[in-house]
């Protein structure tokens, strides 16, 4: 079993910057892709980034430019840096990761319990 903590939420204003963090733990070895995903207020969660273990990304593409994911294997963290934020980025903001088993047969997808994030005008 994996759990992911999210940290760095918080209320900032337009045009700030916000640094989020998500620390794994468990059974990380199998862990695969990692990412961030958003729930704005009374929408559908959506896709915000995703990095694979080799580092490759892939953002929405409203986002490019502004955020930022990376990831620190060793210490079994990803990152999402925010630059720039908007008021229409407020949103609770959940870490994802993607497990593989030992024998490569069975894939789980795991979740934070989400932080949140709040941009004023």
């Known amino acids: 079993q994996v759990q992911l903590v999210e940290s760095g939420g918080g209320l900032v204003q337009a045009g700030g910057s916000l640094r989020l963090s998500c620390v794994a733990s468990g059974s990380t070895f199998g862990i695969r892709d990692m990412g961030w995903y958003r729930q704005p207020p009374g929408e559908q969660r959506e896709l915000v980034a995703l990095i694979s273990s080799s580092f490759r990304t892939n953002y929405a593409d409203s986002l490019k430019g502004r955020f930022t994911i990376s990831r620190d294997n060793a210490k079994n963290t990803v990152y999402l840096q925010m630059d720039n934020l908007k008021p229409e980025d407020t949103a609770v903001y959940y870490c994802?990761?993607?497990?593989?088993?030992?024998?490569?047969?069975?894939?789980?997808?795991?979740w934070g319990r989400g932080t949140q994030v709040t941009v004023s005008s």
């Open positions: 994802y990761a993607e497990g593989v088993n030992a024998d490569c047969r069975y894939t789980s997808d795991y």
